[in-house]
């Protein structure tokens, strides 16, 4: 990049320091009377302290942002999470290096790193904040105070785990992937009951670990995708190098598919199929001796490079967008037929939450309008038809869409899709209101500044808070 170019989505990398807290919001449009409920983003959102950068956006300190929906209008309100890494670097000021993937000055292992910035969930009526390290964040919902940090799952030498726990709709059960580096070292996947009871359901022996951001569970198995992208296990928690830079990637030894009985625990099937590289499992379910996964597939894991701060500067590109990717595990004939989906190149693919872990139809992304440019469009796909309508508005960067459905028994994608819009020309953010069955605009809830760029979203529902 030429020194001082600045591109025009720069804003959206950039820190945002000042917190607020039930902001009345202007709004434009008409909002829907039946959306009620509090919306939270989680996302890297201070990136400089001290005169010091972080080198990579995942690297910067998680901000949690939300825009609650309500008979008195909308408010909202952001709050960084004071995470120990977080507070760490206020009180030395720096920034830790390390972490993701920034270089050594003062040094702190990923390890160590509870800077929960990449996902958020809401299960048992908590709020959690997670990363892809052994620690998450308890977060009040209607302060964003954080509560405390926790250690996910019981496990000794866990060295990484997934931010995207699984939530098994039918039987209320949560499961989590963990990379583990000792005796011996490889995948340990935990199940928590509805009551909060964890237990071990497997430890699956692997001589390398892939980078594991995601995952998926069936009613009959766990299924983990193991693209070429892998650490030595001891490197993961005592390398010198950041976290990211451990993972080499060789597209000569193909994906592993490993399947898991959820039932006993035991590994059903090694299988293979070509190389690739995923951050995001869209769905799952059983068919007969099939198992189908939805995922969204890189070719490669360049995208993790194009987010590097480059001596301060801003990513300029290119940023590669995944396909929303389906393979079909055949069980019985020990065969991995994989194959793209017919919709658009996109992140943060979303359904119909109703669908999960059976078959759906309706897909909705964020992805670029043109190869390599950042995120400026939604689009809701039919993956039957390849039948997609999208929406996009000039100098407008939406980040992951959250669908809601209109009632409990409407048909599935009928309801809203919800997101936060950064607009790069007024330099503010608004939650975008759009009906989902048409992408057409229903409302703008103005937000005082501009919010830098965002990972996950999540809806929470008024009567799930009472
Ligand atoms: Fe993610």
Same mark, same amino acid.
């Given at each position: 990049m030429?020194? !001082?170019?600045?591109?025009r989505?720069?804003? #959206?990398?950039?820190?945002?320091?000042?917190?607020?807290?039930?902001?009345?919001?202007?709004?434009?449009?008409?909002?829907?009377? #039946?959306?009620? #409920? $509090?919306?939270?983003?989680i996302?890297?959102?201070?990136?400089?302290?001290? !005169?010091?950068?972080?080198?990579?956006?995942?690297?910067?300190?998680?901000l949690?942002?939300?825009?609650?929906? #309500?008979?008195?209008?909308?408010?909202?309100?952001?709050?960084?999470?004071?995470?120990?890494?977080? @507070?760490?670097?206020?009180?030395?000021?720096?920034?830790?290096?390390?972490g993701f993937?920034?270089?050594?000055?003062?040094?702190h292992?990923?390890?160590?790193?509870d800077?929960? *910035?990449?996902?958020?969930?809401h299960? @048992?009526?908590?709020?959690e904040?997670?990363?892809?390290?052994?620690?998450?964040?308890l977060?009040?919902?209607?302060?964003?105070?954080?509560?405390? $940090?926790?250690?996910? !799952?019981?496990?000794?030498?866990?060295?990484?785990?997934?931010?995207?726990?699984?939530?098994?709709?039918?039987?209320?059960?949560?499961?989590?992937?963990?990379?583990? *580096?000792?005796?011996?070292? !490889?995948?340990?996947?935990?199940?928590?009951?509805p009551a909060?009871?964890?237990?071990?359901?497997?430890?699956?022996?692997?001589?390398r670990?892939?980078?594991?951001?995601?995952?998926?569970?069936?009613?009959?198995?766990?299924?983990?995708v193991?693209g070429?992208?892998t650490?030595?296990?001891?490197?993961?928690?005592?390398?010198?190098?950041?976290?990211?830079?451990?993972?080499?990637?060789?597209?000569?030894?193909?994906s592993?598919?490993?399947?898991?009985?959820?039932?006993?625990g035991?590994?059903?099937?090694?299988l293979?199929?070509?190389?690739?590289?995923?951050?995001?499992?869209?769905?799952?379910?059983?068919?007969?001796?099939?198992?189908?996964v939805?995922?969204?597939?890189?070719?490669d894991?360049?995208i993790?490079?194009?987010?590097?701060?480059?001596?301060?500067?801003?990513?300029?590109?290119?940023?590669?967008?995944?396909?929303a990717?389906r393979?079909?595990?055949?069980?019985?004939?020990?065969?991995?037929?994989?194959?793209p989906l017919?919709?658009?190149?996109?992140?943060?693919? $979303?359904?119909?939450?109703r669908f999960?872990?059976?078959?759906?139809?309706?897909?909705?992304?964020?992805?670029?309008?043109?190869?390599?440019?950042?995120?400026?469009r939604?689009? @809701?796909s039919?993956?039957?038809?390849?039948?997609?309508? =999208?929406?996009?508005?000039?100098?407008?960067?939406?980040?992951?869409?959250?669908?809601?459905?209109t009632?409990a028994d409407?048909p599935?994608?009928?309801?809203?899709?919800?997101?936060?819009v +950064?607009?790069?020309l007024?330099?503010?953010?608004?939650a975008?209101?759009?009906?989902?069955a048409?992408?057409?605009?229903?409302?703008?809830?103005?937000?005082?500044?501009?919010?830098?760029?965002?990972?996950?979203? +999540?809806f929470?529902? =008024?009567?799930?808070?009472?």
């Amino acid at each position: 990049m030429n020194p !001082g170019y600045a591109p025009r989505y720069g804003i #959206g990398f950039a820190s945002l320091l000042d917190e607020v807290s039930n902001l009345p919001l202007s709004v434009t449009g008409i909002l829907p009377p #039946g959306l009620v #409920g $509090t919306m939270y983003r989680i996302g890297p959102g201070r990136f400089q302290i001290g !005169g010091h950068a972080v080198g990579h956006w995942l690297d910067g300190f998680a901000l949690l942002s939300s825009v609650a929906f #309500g008979s008195r209008g909308v408010t909202c309100s952001n709050r960084f999470l004071a995470s120990s890494w977080y @507070r760490w670097a206020l009180m030395e000021d720096t920034v830790p290096a390390g972490g993701f993937d920034s270089q050594p000055v003062h040094r702190h292992s990923h390890f160590s790193d509870d800077n929960a *910035n990449m996902s958020i969930t809401h299960w @048992r009526n908590e709020l959690e904040a997670l990363g892809d390290t052994p620690q998450s964040i308890l977060i009040d919902p209607t302060t964003l105070a954080t509560i405390r $940090t926790k250690r996910r !799952g019981h496990l000794n030498r866990c060295c990484a785990c997934s931010p995207h726990p699984v939530f098994d709709q039918f039987t209320g059960e949560r499961f989590d992937l963990s990379l583990c *580096n000792g005796d011996p070292p !490889g995948y340990v996947i935990t199940v928590t009951s509805p009551a909060g009871r964890t237990r071990r359901l497997c430890a699956v022996p692997s001589p390398r670990l892939g980078y594991m951001h995601s995952f998926s569970v069936t009613p009959r198995w766990v299924v983990i995708v193991e693209g070429p992208f892998t650490a030595y296990p001891r490197s993961l928690s005592s390398s010198r190098h950041p976290y990211l830079r451990n993972y080499v990637w060789d597209a000569g030894r193909g994906s592993r598919i490993l399947v898991v009985d959820r039932r006993t625990g035991a590994l059903k099937a090694t299988l293979s199929t070509r190389p690739l590289f995923a951050l995001h499992h869209i769905n799952a379910w059983d068919d007969g001796n099939q198992i189908i996964v939805d995922l969204a597939a890189y070719a490669d894991p360049s995208i993790l490079d194009s987010l590097a701060f480059d001596h301060g500067e801003v990513p300029a590109g290119n940023f590669p967008a995944p396909l929303a990717t389906r393979l079909v595990i055949d069980l019985e004939h020990k065969r991995v037929l994989c194959s793209p989906l017919r919709c658009p190149p996109g992140e943060f693919c $979303t359904i119909d939450a109703r669908f999960s872990m059976r078959p759906h139809t309706i897909l909705f992304a964020a992805g670029p309008t043109r190869t390599g440019e950042p995120i400026d469009r939604l689009c @809701r796909s039919d993956v039957t038809t390849g039948r997609f309508i =999208e929406w996009s508005s000039d100098n407008c960067f939406p980040g992951a869409p959250i669908f809601v459905p209109t009632t409990a028994d409407s048909p599935e994608g009928e309801g809203w899709l919800l997101t936060i819009v +950064l607009d790069v020309l007024a330099k503010r953010s608004f939650a975008l209101i759009l009906d989902a069955a048409t992408m057409t605009e229903q409302a703008r809830a103005w937000l005082p500044c501009a919010l830098p760029f965002g990972l996950h979203a +999540l809806f929470v529902p =008024e009567e799930a808070t009472t």
